[in-house]
């Protein structure tokens, strides 16, 4: 098992003590479907811890990199950074696709090319890496890949107005306008932090929090956009 894999360990600069994480990292639940005895568990309780691990490494590696800017733009950059279709992009920089176990019926369909299990294969192997050897293996693999992808956004100003954006893609599946309801605000008058919530519908798309309305509104709609983007 452990030759399979030595490519895809030569990109991420990291070597597995426990080859079985990598395997379900990478085993994708159509490919258990099909062969039900040859793996234990599939990778969405992966997905799921490297989610969380993700925005922790992102959110420190913000902070510190930017000291002045305020936690409204700092959740915009962190969206924008961990949203599916960059962290696919990062999958793809690894050439993770041509790792994933896969279901012949999704294989066939470019499931190595689809976005959603780029990036939930992404987060299963990063949260993998966190298991086998510790947040302090993770974060350098993380950081060399945001780096870069932080640089373009910032040029190109892609973390901005995310109201803009999510209102733009509503309207056009929905024909409905967002709706934004300030759910919870704590804290004194003069640090007073907001809870946010949007709505399209019946249907809660996102919730944030900000110093401001507008900023958690913002980080509400970023986390909307993030749920989008992994449909």
Known sequence: MMEEFVGLEERLAF??????LLNRALTHRSYLNENPIDSIEDNERLEFLGDAVLDFIVGSYLYHRFPEMDEGELTSLRAALVRAKTLAMFAKQLDLGQFIRLGLGEAENGGRERTPILCATFEAVIGAIYLDSGIQ???PIVTRLIGPALEEIMAESLHKDAKSEFQVWAQAKFNITP???VIKTEGPDHAKV????VVVGDEVWGEGSGGSKQRAAQAAAAQAMKRVESL
Request: hydrophobic content about 20%; aromatic content about 24%; glycine content about 0%.
């Open 15 to 20: 070597k597995f003590s426990d080859y079985s």
């Open 194 to 197: 907001f809870t946010t919530r």
């Open 179 to 181: 709706r934004y309801k």
């Open 137 to 139: 293996q993770v974060e």
